[in-house]
């Protein structure tokens, strides 16, 4: 049987709907350890910038997450709620945000150190597997800039 042009419109050819489906998935084997922190995966990868960076514009935040200012915007109110950080506004241009890591913030670290181990053990990947997944989706990020 010959290939129809609507075959690249089947589920089974697109490279986007496993990447999209493996990431939901990832992100779901996170939930129960970011449960007992409290934060969402979203909070959780932004806390993880914090805790290495401990201060750092909103816009730095976000190219670093790969996510927009409308997305930041409310994962910040809601870690500044629950006092892990802190947004501050530049005095010498007023369109730059700052955010900075509170003690409660770094505190939570040490709660949250375990994390990677326990979903690593869920992913299904050795390391070299693991490592060249890494390397490919990273190549599929930059090819976006």
């Known amino acids: 049987m010959s290939e129809s042009k609507y075959d690249v419109l089947k589920l089974e050819n697109q490279l986007c709907f496993p990447l999209y489906a493996a990431a939901r998935e990832v992100v779901k084997r ?3 350890y970011l449960d007992e922190l409290d ?7 932004t806390m993880m910038v914090m805790w290495e960076k401990k201060e750092i514009t909103v816009k ?3 190219e670093a997450l790969f996510l927009d200012s409308g997305t930041m915007t409310p994962v910040l109110k809601s870690l500044e709620s629950k006092g892990y950080v802190t947004r ?3 005095m010498t241009d007023e369109r730059s945000v700052s955010v900075f890591l509170t003690d409660a913030g770094e505190a939570l670290k040490e709660r949250a150190v375990e994390v990677p181990n ?6 299904g990947l050795n390391r070299e597997e693991a490592l060249q997944l890494y390397g490919l989706l990273y190549k599929v990020l930059g090819a976006q800039e």
């Open 60 to 62: 730095a935040l976000g």
């Open 88 to 90: 501050k506004r530049s």
């Open 118 to 123: 326990k979903v690593a053990g869920c992913v």
């Open 30 to 32: 996170y939930r129960p």
């Open 39 to 45: 934060l969402t995966y979203t909070q959780y990868i």
